[in-house]
């Protein structure tokens, strides 16, 4: 079975930045069949689709909130998924998951921001941008 480690959250003042690191186990080069998806989840709102990187096709998604400033990438060969975070703004404090989702393409924008499609997920790490 899939299992996730989302790691890398922590403090951080505006205008800086952290890197997210989501590591698979239970399935040799994941990459190869599953999409990972980043979600955020702040105090009393809704999980937000955050970004997803494919490895079928190499096709990646942000939410606008993040385009210019995160960067989803992986390392096939550390079955690892990154989101760079620059430019952190307080609006961006929240609980960061990642999650897989069997053969989805990122180019589908609509599923991959959808929590429904994913099958796998982490356990949450925060993230905590002061003004």
């Known amino acids: 079975e899939v299992q996730l480690q989302a790691s890398g959250g922590g403090l951080v003042q505006a205008g800086g930045s952290l890197r997210l690191s989501c590591t698979a186990s239970?399935?040799?080069?994941?990459?190869?069949?599953?999409?990972i998806g980043w979600f955020r989840q702040a105090p009393g709102k809704e999980r937000e689709g955050v970004s997803c990187?494919?490895?079928?096709?190499?096709?990646?998604y942000y939410v606008d909130a993040v385009k210019g400033r995160f960067t989803v990438s992986s390392d096939n060969g550390e079955n690892t998924v990154y989101l760079q975070m620059n430019s952190l703004k307080p609006e961006d404090t929240a609980v960061y998951y990642c999650?897989?989702?069997?053969?989805?393409?990122?180019?589908?924008?609509?599923?991959?921001?959808?929590?429904?499609?994913?099958?796998?997920w982490g356990q949450g790490t925060q993230v905590t941008v002061s003004s």
């Open positions: 999650a897989a989702s069997w053969s989805l393409l990122c180019t589908n924008t609509d599923m991959a921001a959808s929590a429904t499609v994913y099958d796998y």
């Open positions: 990187i494919s490895g079928t096709d190499g096709s990646t």
């Open positions: 239970g399935y040799a080069r994941i990459f190869d069949d599953y999409a």
